[in-house]
């Protein structure tokens, strides 16, 4: 049994079953006690909703962080999503080296970009230091977009090939992260999946690809992978479990077109729970 406790960062989008709103129910279904430090609350997330409100909570951070520390709170791990501002990545680096237990795990989900833009609101700027950020994670998560701006290479629209993946974890794991998880891989018709790379070395895993694309995946995935490494799962075991969790929230939504802007995530706990719970 797994008594890990995780810090997660990033925001609460009121409504879009993404960032906090899926992480917490996420992790905790792992098991695993999860903390959260909202960096921003939005009424709603920025992909598809238009005139969404946003509160940047980089100015409570400082405080929140001294508060832990004057506690003598520590985490096993601490997982950061989307962040509200560039000093907020200041504040994130802080934030791990002062409340990690020895040998803590930081763990970086870019969240900031996708199909080759960055989300409303960041900047050229913004992408290179988060790209620093990663550079000093255990994990790096980044989708392919994010990889192609935090490393300046090239965004090719499609499917690419394994040439182009390998050339793009090279200079992903040049940043410095000890392991990247490179999310929305597929180069071979029908497939979509992930490529762990550690120490120079790619594994993959595949599984079928849907014809929808959803919103919120990134953070459905991200937070199933650290739930289940928190459970003891090596990390490609983990990067298996969330891809297939992943798959199991984008089948529940299959046949409501009406529910664009994310995935009925908790329709698909269930199968999660069984799964990653070891007892
Ligand atoms: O799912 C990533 C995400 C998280 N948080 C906010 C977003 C997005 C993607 O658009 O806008 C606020």
Redesign the pocket.
């Known amino acids: 049994m797994s008594d890990k406790r995780v810090l997660t960062i990033?925001?609460i989008?009121c409504v879009?079953q993404?960032?906090l709103t899926a992480a917490l129910p996420v992790i905790s279904a792992c098991g695993v006690e999860t903390a959260v430090l909202p960096s921003?609350v939005?009424s709603?997330?920025?992909?598809g909703f238009t005139g969404?409100t946003f509160r940047d909570l980089s100015g409570d951070m400082p405080a929140i962080g001294n508060h832990w520390k004057k506690e003598g709170i520590r985490f096993d791990a601490v997982y950061t999503?989307?962040l509200g501002s560039l000093k907020q990545i200041g504040y994130v680096r802080t934030i791990m080296e002062e409340t990690l237990v020895p040998g803590g795990l930081k763990i970086v989900d870019p969240?900031m970009a996708?199909h080759g833009r960055l989300?409303?609101g960041f900047t050229g700027e913004f992408a290179l230091e988060m790209g620093k950020l990663c550079g000093a994670a255990d994990i790096a998560l980044p989708n392919i977009t994010e990889a192609c701006l935090m490393t300046g290479t090239a965004y090719e629209e499609g499917p690419g090939d394994a040439a182009y993946i390998e050339t793009l974890l090279d200079r992903a794991e040049a940043l410095g992260a000890k392991c990247v998880v490179l999310k929305g891989v597929g180069y071979e018709p029908g497939k979509l999946g992930v490529a762990v790379r550690r120490d120079g070395k790619t594994d993959y895993y595949f599984h079928e690809k849907l014809a929808r694309n959803s919103?919120?995946t990134?953070?459905i995935y991200a937070s199933a992978f650290v739930g289940s490494l928190m459970q003891g799962y090596a990390v490609y075991d983990a990067a298996v479990i969330a891809a297939d969790f992943t798959l199991e929230c984008m089948k529940k939504t299959i046949g409501d077109e009406a529910h664009w802007y994310g995935v009925k995530f908790e329709k698909a706990l269930p199968w999660l729970i069984t799964k990653v719970n070891r007892g």
């Not at 709603?44 to 992909?47: A, I, L, P, R």
């Open positions: 990033q925001d989008s879009g993404c960032s921003a939005l709603t997330h920025t992909g969404n999503g989307y969240a996708d989300y409303r919103h919120g990134g953070d």
